[in-house]
Every structure is written in C-alpha cells, then in structure tokens.
C-alpha cells in the first residue's frame, strides 16, 4: 500500500485566483494520478503526472487551468488556476502499486476546496 | 474507452437487511476490479478488490464482491448491513493503461 498526504485539506478560495494543492507519498511510484470529485457527483480523472516530462490530460482538462508538476517519485502538485464556483470540488491524489497479482490505486484523504 | 455501470443511484434499508449493489463494465480484456468506499465527510477507502483467482473476494467490514467474467459483473454483496454502512459505494476498474474508471456510484442509507 501507499500512504498519500495532501495539503491543504480544505481551502475556500475567492473567485478569480488560484490554488496549489501539494501531494506527498511516502514511497516511490511510477504513477501518480489527479481525480476530481465534484458535489454528489463521481471521480473524473483529470490527468496523470509524469515524472519529469509534461502531465498527461484526459479530454475536458486543459494545462492552463490545471497544470501539473510532478519533479520527482514522491511527489507531485496541482494547481487550480483562475478559480470559479464550478471549481468546488474535492480533488484527490492517488497513486498506482503495483503487485504480483495486479495493481491497486490508492487516494489521499482529498483536497476540499469551495470556490466563493 | 471502458465504462463502468452501477445499477442503484440511492438504496434505502433497514439495518439487518442484506445488501446487494450492482456493478457491470465494458471491456473485453484483462481487469482489476474494485469497490471503494465514501462514509460522509470522509476520504475514499478501498472496500475490496480483485484481480484473479478466486471470483468471491471478501473486503473489509463483512463484504464480499463476486466476479462473474461471463457477466462481466462485479457485485458487492453484505449479508447483514449496520447503520454504519451508510455510504456512498464505487466500483471501479483498471485495464491495461493503468487509469482508473469509476461507476456513478451508489448511495447506500441504513435505517436503524
């Protein structure tokens, strides 16, 4: 297993700024992904941070208003730019182990951030 | 791309009753299957998970999932639920680019 720290936990942010939540593992991993959990919604996979080299985005999420930094295998940060009420989410860290039989992803505890 | 399906947007139940959530995906290759679970105001927690072997796998808390490769279903069963079940329950899965997808997930209430 992985354990996986974010911070900050929770925020409220004014509309029009921007925010950098930090992820922290406490092993190495090759992969690091960024979700996020809109109100009474599901997850949404919003890109995966690759070491060294640019984030890779999933359709609907762009570099500008996420970008992504992941500068070694323990960490990664992602920051919401320009924030706007749509941007109320909770958005998860989480991390891919792999194992003899198969690999599991695991979540920090998320970032709450309520845009006002 | 792969999907995943929950069949229950809400279920309500009595405490003691017995819980069956329905989960189905599209993808005809080799998977990972997951539940997670969401109790209010709390961080995603992994349930159970399955990867092969044995298609009964049991998780924590009393649960069990069932693989049914033919069916391509993976349903998370509890005998016998508390009040403290109450929760949002994902499936998800894995294929082989390693991303996760989730189903819309299933709201689960127990009455006590």
């Known amino acids: 297993s992985a354990v996986i720290s974010q911070k900050p936990s929770r925020d409220i942010c004014q509309r029009g700024t921007s925010l950098t939540i930090q992820c922290q593992v406490d092993s190495q991993v090759t992969m690091m992904f960024w979700y996020r959990q809109q109100p009474g919604q599901s997850l949404t996979l919003i890109a995966t941070?690759?070491?060294?080299?640019?984030?890779?985005?999933e359709s609907g999420f762009v570099i500008d208003k996420f970008p992504i930094s992941r500068p070694n295998l323990t960490f990664s940060t992602l920051t919401v730019s320009n924030m706007s009420p749509e941007d109320s989410s909770i958005y998860l860290c989480?991390?891919?182990?792999?194992?003899?039989?198969?690999?599991?992803?695991?979540f920090g505890e998320g970032s709450w951030l309520t845009v006002v | 791309a792969q999907s995943v399906s929950q069949h229950n947007h809400h279920v309500i139940l009595s405490e003691a009753a017995s819980l069956e959530l329905g989960c189905n995906y599209s993808y005809g290759g080799t998977v990972n299957l997951f539940w997670y679970v969401q109790y209010p105001g709390q961080h995603l927690q992994l349930l159970l998970k399955?990867?092969?072997?044995?298609?009964l796998v049991k998780g924590i808390k009393g649960f069990e999932a069932e693989f049914i490769k033919s069916k391509f279903s993976f349903n998370l069963r509890k005998p016998s639920v508390q009040w403290s079940d109450t929760a949002e329950y994902f499936c998800?899965?894995?294929?082989?680019?390693?991303?996760?997808?989730f189903g819309a997930g299933t709201t689960v209430t127990v009455r006590a």
């Open positions: 989480s991390v891919l182990v792999g194992g003899a039989l198969g690999n599991t992803i695991y």
């Open positions: 998800a899965v894995i294929t082989n680019d390693y991303k996760l997808s």
């Open positions: 941070a690759n070491q060294g080299s640019e984030a890779t985005y």
């Open positions: 399955y990867f092969s072997g044995d298609p």
